[in-house]
Each structure stands twice: as structure tokens, then as C-alpha cells.
């Protein structure tokens, strides 16, 4: 695995290349270093600023990054205007590209930290709706159970863990904490975390899938009574059908 002295090389090396690269105008270190919070384990995350079109650029970079830091893989994750590239070096490092029209470079929250290049005016990410979430997830409870009635086991395990995410992220928006990815989950106490455990799935045995999905739907309402004790109570009745089956 890569170390703290080799990740820092790449990350600097890939600054010293968007500094001499003419289609970048502007790059800006982002994630969670710029907030104090990187540790041994992080990875690298860069905005870059590009002056015309995106993909003569994506594809430069990323043949440099194949030939250069011996990248064995990437993938896409677009985002409003801008491409995000996430590259796997062999290494095991993961380095996190995100290409922008110069208009929408800037930053869209804590983690920025410019090194060059002039800030445009983005858009601001969208706020997590808590009842998107929470639609989400009696929707993945009902679907836990339906898969659990067909007997399929490794389905069911899917939906239930999905509850689980959303439980976690219902109680971090509420609290404030970083909601995506459970990234604010360490921070979470325990009276939320605790009976999360009992979710966990034990094995693919029916009664085991039961036993995860009706604690599930258990933290899940009570995570919404915390915010919204009607809503709770409409909910209730109709998921305690599923945790009777």
C-alpha cells in the first residue's frame, strides 16, 4: 500500500502538472486535508479548472496518469457541469479528479483550499432532503420483506443493510454530522448506533433476515420520531405489519 510520503509526491507532482498545463486555469485541493481531517489512509482529492472543452483534457490526464503513476483502473462520476474521475494506482491509492468548467471552479463547501486559478460562483450541492430519506427508507423495508417472502436471501440482505444507511443518515442530518457515507457515523451517540447492531444480518437464514429487518424498521422509527413524531406515527402501523410476518 502507498505511503503518507509517496501519496503527498503524487499530489504534488499532479499540482506541478496542472500548473504547466494550459487548459488548467485553476486547481484547488479539496476533501478532507483541507479541513484537518486526513489521516494515514486518505486519498487525494483535486478540482481542476479547465479553459474549454472537458474531454480533450480528461483524456490527456488520464493517459498521464496511466503512463505516469501506473493506474490500473478508473471510473466516471458526473456531477452537475463538472466529470469526476476517480483513478485506482497500483499503489492502492485512489486519486479523485474533478474536471470543471472554469465558470462553475469553486468551492461548494468546508473542504476547498485554492492553489491557483480565479474562483467562479458554482452552484451550491443541494441539501439532503430528510423525507427523500426517509421515503427511502420504508421503501427499502417493504422490499426487505417482500424478498425475504420470495426467498431471496441475498436480496433481502441488501434492503435491510439500505435501511440501516438510512437510519445512520437521517440521524446525521438531525444532528448536523456529515451524512453521506456514514461518514458521520463515529460521531453519532450511542442510544442511535446501539440498536443498529441488532440489523446486522447474521446469516441468510429467513429467520435471521426477520429478526435483522424488524430491529431495522425499530430504529427507523424511532429515528423519525425523533424529528417527526407524526410522521412516526404514521408509519408505524403500517411497517409493523412487515416485522409480524
Known sequence: MFTVESRDAVRQQLLDRAAADPAVVGAA???SHVVGAGDRWSDIDLALAVDGPLDATIRAWTDAIYRDHDAVHHWDLPSGSAVYRVFLLST?????LAFTPTADFGPRGPRWQTVFG???RPAPFPATDPGHVTGLAWHHALHAWTSIQRGRRWQ???WIAAVRGHVL??????LGHPASNARGAHLLPDDVTAPLEATL???LDGADLHRALTAAVDALVAEVARADPALADRLRPV?????MS
Not at 492502492?92 to 479523485?96: I, R
Not at 411497517?239 to 416485522?243: E, K, M, Y
Open 239 to 243: 411497517l409493523a405489519a412487515v416485522q
Open 118 to 120: 480565479t474562483e467562479g
Open 169 to 174: 443518515t437521517l440521524a446525521s442530518l438531525r
Open 201 to 203: 444480518v447474521r446469516s
Open 156 to 158: 433481502a440482505e441488501q
Open 29 to 31: 485541493v479539496t476533501g
Open 92 to 96: 492502492g491509492l485512489e486519486v479523485d
